[in-house]
């Protein structure tokens, strides 16, 4: 990753994640899912929103941000919360048991786990090498004088 880049994601990586989780949504909400564990429905509908709350904090605007150093820590941080929300709710998507949308909701958390897997690893392993090459250069810094 070349140092003058910002830290964004690419606008079709966002586009991505986005469209997963819209159908997910669709589908948690007037989708044909059924679970014999009382609540279980309203928990993934809780989930699956603050999902989407984490993956819009990856395209968020982080030029606020003084410091290259401080923009990179804070997108990794944005990933890594996205991803353990992703946990939660496909731990509660488990619990679905049912319906005509059972098949495409399971579907749909499996293709975004691989994007989040993939193609959103493959842009935070370049933020992590860019992070520790500033770091590095700090301390490098911070010797010489």
């Known amino acids: 990753m070349d140092a003058s880049e910002d830290v964004t994601l690419p606008a079709s990586?966002?586009?991505?994640?986005r469209a997963?989780?819209?159908?997910?949504?669709?589908?948690?909400?007037?989708g044909d899912i059924k679970s014999d564990q009382l609540g279980l429905l309203s928990r993934l509908r809780k989930r699956i929103l603050e999902l989407g709350e984490r993956l819009k904090s990856l395209d968020a605007d982080r030029s606020w941000i003084p410091k290259r150093r401080e923009r990179i820590k804070n997108l990794l941080g944005?990933?890594?919360?996205?991803?353990?929300?992703l946990s939660?709710?496909?731990?509660a998507a488990q619990g679905v048991t049912g319906g005509h949308d059972a098949?495409?909701?399971?579907?749909?958390?499996?293709?975004l786990h691989e994007i989040m897997t993939t193609e959103l690893l493959k842009h935070e392993n370049a933020w992590a090498d860019t992070l520790q090459a500033l770091n590095k250069g700090s301390l490098e810094e911070d010797q010489e004088t």
């Open 78 to 85: 944005s990933c890594l919360s996205a991803r353990d929300t």
């Open 88 to 91: 939660l709710a496909e731990r």
């Open 103 to 111: 098949s495409v909701l399971s579907q749909t958390f499996v293709d």
């Open 20 to 30: 997963r989780w819209r159908l997910l949504i669709d589908i948690a909400v007037w």
């Open 13 to 17: 990586l966002i586009t991505a994640l």
